[in-house]
């Protein structure tokens, strides 16, 4: 349990978010690299296969924005305009070079059934946000907080694994902006947090209960065990740490969010993400678990 005191430390630390803010800049520029790299043959299939996602899922930005554009924090909104065009923009670099190596891509939530799916949202965030007052914003921002910090991961083990020179070099910068989201969502969550038990316990509930992987509903189940697995079923490291930085946000001490989501996916009998997030599916995940537990 982390003292009253350590979380003031802890506050009393941090940045303004207009400072954070201001170390955003502007969206990457597409004509500052050299894009000869972008040739058939230059990525595997399954780096594809992961870069589509990940185009796919930084387009879905603006479903995500059209839904959460409703804070009155002048400097979130701010925030938020800058981080859709820059998470636009790192999905045109992405498919950008996914074209160049013969695949194609294209942005699937301006499909109906996800502008459906944004539009409501917009709906269930409003009634949210009447049901809980203002914690909602710590909600959001604790998630965006989670979810930026995923996708830097994601780039990170991606970056390290690649030979294309071209993709190290894009997500060297798509990483550096990541970064920056995520410290500003951290920032802003940690604030709203901070001696604050209430918002504490909603977060915690809605991470728990609520969260998936980012991409969940725009791909399918399939795609996310399929992404979760091959980036990060042999990477506990990766996973360690991430759940390090997380549980480190008041009230979600000992979360372990990312290990618990990832845990009944690599188990040998979950065969989906839909199984393995099924309340039947965890039930018998934690009687398995305890059965080991029982012969150690
Ligand atoms: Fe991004
Ligand atoms: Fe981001």
Request: charged share 25%; hydrophobic share 40%.
């Amino acid at each position: 349990m982390i003292s009253a005191a350590t979380v003031d430390d802890r506050f009393t630390r941090l940045q303004e978010p207009e400072a954070l803010l201001a170390e955003m800049g502007e969206p990457l520029d597409p004509s500052g690299y050299d894009w000869s790299g972008a040739l058939p043959g230059a990525l595997q299939v399954e780096e594809i296969f992961q870069l589509t996602y990940a185009a796919q899922v930084e387009w879905g930005t603006e479903g995500t924005f059209a839904s959460l554009d409703i804070s009155r924090d002048s400097v979130v909104r701010r925030f938020l305009r800058l981080w859709l065009d820059q998470e636009v923009v790192h999905a045109d670099l992405l498919a950008r070079l996914v074209h160049g190596c013969g695949a194609s891509v294209t942005p699937i939530h301006r499909e109906r059934k996800h502008r459906w799916a944004a539009a409501r949202g917009k709906v269930l965030n409003q009634l949210a946000r009447l049901g809980v007052g203002d914690d909602f914003f710590a909600v959001h921002m604790s998630w965006g907080a989670v979810n930026e910090l995923t996708t830097l991961r994601f780039y990170s083990v991606m970056r390290a694994n690649t030979e294309s020179p071209l993709l190290r070099t894009l997500l060297r910068d798509v990483m550096a902006q990541e970064a920056l989201h995520y410290s500003f969502y951290r920032n802003v969550a940690i604030r709203r947090l901070s001696g604050n038990p209430r918002g504490q316990r909603i977060v915690r509930w809605a991470l728990e209960h609520l969260w998936s992987p980012v991409g969940m509903g725009l791909r399918t189940p399939d795609d996310v065990d399929r992404l979760m697995r091959g980036l990060f079923a042999d990477r506990p490291d990766q996973v360690v740490q991430m759940d390090s930085q997380i549980n480190r946000i008041p009230g979600l001490e000992n979360l372990d969010l990312i290990h618990r989501t990832l845990e009944p996916v690599t188990a040998a009998d979950a065969r989906t993400w839909s199984d393995a997030r099924s309340p039947a599916r965890r039930r018998r995940n934690a009687a398995r678990e305890e059965s080991r537990r029982d012969w150690r």
